[in-house]
């Protein structure tokens, strides 16, 4: 019983996670275009959802590249 414990805490712990990461990833952008772009530019609203998976395309398509370069 300890272990099917120690899984089921997990998962819950991992799916907690994974949400918070959700959510601190999506809301400024969300926020940001919701407020501001579409009062400015008359385009349509975001869902929250629309909004992740537009970012999370976007980061697919064009990845940040962090690499850095030492001069010797």
């Given at each position: ?33 919701n407020?501001i ?36």
């Amino acid at each position: 019983m300890n272990n099917f414990t120690t899984i089921v805490g997990g998962i819950l712990a991992f799916i907690g996670i994974a949400g918070l990461v959700v959510l601190i990833f999506t809301t400024p952008a969300w926020y940001i275009w919701n407020h501001i772009i579409v009062h400015k530019f008359d385009v349509p609203t975001f869902s929250f959802w629309e909004a992740f998976w537009t970012l999370l395309m976007i980061r697919f398509i064009i990845p940040t590249s962090t690499t850095k370069s030492e001069k010797n």
